[in-house]
């Protein structure tokens, strides 16, 4: 539910890859909150006061699992995510080991939180949707042009960030076209990427001059590339928005007269 209502206030294609949607709001699977949670009252559990109805229930589900008696899975995914966690001596020890109760929550935050961005970095490295997307994000958090620009520019921006925009490579991707007949709308010459349309289609080099400084089309590679997409200028930013939304707008009529 909270990856759907992402791509759909994001206005993006239920297939993006949840990655990438991720990455770019900095947010993490509900996972992340589930085995917080869990870990955080089991700790309550093990260090609870002997007189309390959950502390008896556990500790007697606690042998019973140990003695191999009754199988619990809440007990395996604990001890598992423990585990995972480095915490396994706090597992095996749990009857005669005192932590600091702060100090487990904020460890077993930051710990879980270190995992699960790094799987997600993982994920962008593998897939074969990330392959501009990975050139351009380097960590898991809030993209800060959603702060600034008004909703439809911040919109426009994720869309081609996020391989969503109306261009060539995106509209063919799941139609088994091979990638070099997916030529540009405007030349016709290159394969119409991200890269390409944003920094090199020659038809859009009138509209390019008026929205983007002349470094980043001047000689342009794959430094200046990320160098545009991750930039912390405002202005340029919201020029880049601009000149996006017309390219979205000129691929559309041409898509839709052919």
Not at 30 to 56: A, Q
Request: with cysteine.
């Amino acid at each position: 539910m909270k990856l759907r209502f992402c791509k759909r206030i994001l206005n993006l294609k239920m297939s993006t890859p949840t990655c990438m949607v991720l990455s770019e709001v900095g947010s993490l699977p509900v996972e992340f909150d589930i085995r917080n949670r869990v870990l955080n009252f089991w700790y309550k559990l093990v260090n609870g006061k002997n007189s309390k109805i959950s502390v008896i229930l556990y500790k007697t589900l606690y042998k019973l699992h140990i003695n191999d008696i009754f199988r619990s899975p809440w007990l395996v995914s604990v001890q598992n995510w423990l585990q995972d966690l480095g915490f396994n001596n706090l597992w095996l020890e749990q009857e005669n080991t005192i932590v600091n109760t702060q100090w487990f929550k904020e460890t077993v935050k930051l710990r879980l939180r270190d995992q699960f961005c790094q799987k997600l970095l993982e994920e962008i490295q593998s897939h074969d949707f990330c392959v501009n997307y990975r050139l351009i994000k380097k960590d898991v958090s809030f993209e800060k042009y959603f702060n600034f620009l008004p909703w439809s520019s911040a919109l426009k921006l994720c869309k081609f960030r996020l391989g969503n925009l109306s261009i060539p490579v995106v509209r063919m991707r799941f139609h088994d076209i091979d990638r070099c007949l997916m030529k540009c709308d405007f030349c016709s010459d290159e394969i119409g990427d991200e890269f390409h349309v944003l920094l090199c289609c020659k038809q859009l080099q009138h509209i390019r001059k008026m929205y983007v400084k002349k470094y980043y089309y001047t000689n342009p590679n794959i430094l200046k590339f990320e160098n545009l997409l991750n930039t912390e200028n405002k202005r340029e930013i919201y020029n880049l928005s601009i000149f996006l939304g017309i390219i979205d707008s000129m691929s559309k009529k041409i898509k839709n007269k052919n």
